[in-house]
């Protein structure tokens, strides 16, 4: 049973930063495409970032590029979205998600695991 539980969200003024963390269980975490997304009210779904260890690939939205960085720790079936130079537009319900395989296959087909979520507001 494929569970992701992310935590880490809060409120936070532009300029500033955030290190969100998702946790995982019961796949196997190497193997897998994991990714933060995020949700603004009365917008898309955006993926912001795709960590897959089995290539070492990475991927970020260019909203977010040069400023968030993803990262795994396979020994703590965890991985981590550090959020620096936080704008009011990075305001969202943020997401990671779970599928078997790679990023760039994963990004075309969807992710079918999800976690609940965690809120990121940044405003002064």
């Known amino acids: 049973d494929v569970q992701l539980q992310a935590s880490g969200g809060g409120s936070v003024q532009p300029g500033g930063s955030l290190r969100l963390s998702c946790a995982t269980s019961?796949?196997?975490?190497?193997?897998?495409?994991l990714a933060w997304f995020r949700q603004a009210p009365g917008k898309e779904r955006e993926e912001v970032s795709c960590?897959?260890?089995?290539?070492?690939?990475?991927d970020y939205a260019r909203s977010v590029a040069g400023r968030f960085t993803i990262s795994a720790d396979s020994a703590k079936n965890t991985i981590y979205l550090q959020m620096n130079s936080l704008k009011p537009e990075d305001t969202a319900k943020y997401y990671c998600?779970?599928?078997?395989?790679?990023?760039?296959?994963?990004?075309?087909?969807?992710?079918?695991?999800w976690g609940q979520g965690t809120q990121v507001t940044v405003s002064s």
């Open positions: 960590i897959s260890l089995t290539d070492n690939d990475t």
């Open positions: 998600a779970a599928e078997y395989g790679l990023c760039a296959i994963a990004t075309l087909r969807g992710f079918n695991s």
């Open positions: 019961g796949f196997t975490f190497d193997e897998y495409a």
